[in-house]
């Protein structure tokens, strides 16, 4: 499996939620809404949930083994920091 395609969606400066990402996985399967949030000590990947009847959020979509999670969260995390660089980049010259 290969993450063909990252998009940040929307960042966000304010709160625990930093931005909303999509991934497309082989050129064939698009996953939206996944969050990237500032936790604690770190960024982290949170994979696209809803609430079940009993109020409790449920991953929609998620990977199977901690390896693919950490794949794919190093790739959705560096996309995020290449993403704010150029950013940055763009108000320093629009400064």
């Known amino acids: 499996m290969d993450i063909t395609d990252i998009k940040i ?6 709160g625990r ?7 497309t996985l082989d050129d064939t399967l698009a996953v ?3 969050k990237i949030v500032r ?10 949930s809803r609430k079940d ?5 449920r991953d ?5 083994s901690p390896a693919a ?3 794919i969260e190093e790739e959705i995390l560096d996309a995020y920091s290449r993403h704010l660089a150029i950013i ?4 320093s010259v629009n400064s």
């Open 9 to 14: 969606r929307k960042t966000i400066t304010q």
């Open 17 to 23: 939620l930093r931005a909303i990402v999509s991934i």
């Open 32 to 34: 939206h809404d996944i």
């Open 39 to 48: 936790g604690d000590e770190r960024l982290f990947v949170a994979m696209p």
């Open 53 to 57: 009847e009993s109020g409790v959020f």
């Open 60 to 64: 929609i979509v998620h990977p199977i």
């Open 69 to 71: 999670r950490q794949e």
């Open 88 to 91: 940055e980049a763009e108000q």
